[in-house]
C-alpha cells in the first residue's frame, strides 16, 4: 500500500514563512501529479498547488507569487515553501498523490495525507 505523510506546519505571524513536506511510503507505486491542497473548516477543500512528474506546475491565484512546489523524486516527497504569509492562508493543509499501482494492474490511484495545520496570525 501507499501511505502519505506531511509535515512542517505550524503557527507564524503575518510576513511569515514555512516549508510543508509530504513523503510517500510504500511498494509498488510510481508518482504522478503530486498536490498540496487546503482545508478551512465550512469551506470547500481548495488546490493550492500542484506539479506534476515533467515539473510543470500549477498554483492557486492567492498562492502564486508567493508559494514553490517542488518534488524529490528519490524521495518520493513533495514540498511546498510558503513565503510572506498571511492570515487567509491558515488551514489545514493536504498532501495529494496520483500514482500508478504496480501490484494491481498499473491502475491510476489517488491518495491524501492526513493532513498538517498551518496558522498565520496577525
Known amino acids: 500500500q501507499v501511505q502519505l505523510v506531511e509535515s512542517g506546519g505550524g503557527s507564524v505571524q503575518t510576513g511569515g514563512s514555512l516549508r510543508l513536506s509530504c513523503a510517500a511510503s510504500?511498494?509498488?507505486?510510481?508518482?504522478?501529479?503530486l498536490a498540496w491542497y487546503r482545508q478551512t473548516p465550512g469551506r470547500q477543500r481548495e488546490l493550492v498547488a500542484s506539479i506534476t512528474s515533467s515539473l510543470v506546475t500549477t498554483y492557486s491565484d492567492s498562492a502564486k507569487g508567493r508559494f514553490t512546489i517542488s518534488r524529490n523524486s528519490a524521495k518520493n516527497a513533495v514540498y511546498l515553501q510558503m513565503e510572506s504569509l498571511t492570515p487567509d492562508d491558515t488551514g489545514v493543509y493536504v498532501c495529494n498523490a496520483d500514482l500508478i499501482r504496480w501490484d494491481d494492474n498499473a491502475r491510476r490511484f489517488e491518495y491524501w495525507g492526513q493532513g498538517t495545520q498551518v496558522t498565520v496570525f496577525s
Open positions: 510504500g511498494t509498488s507505486f510510481a508518482l504522478n501529479t
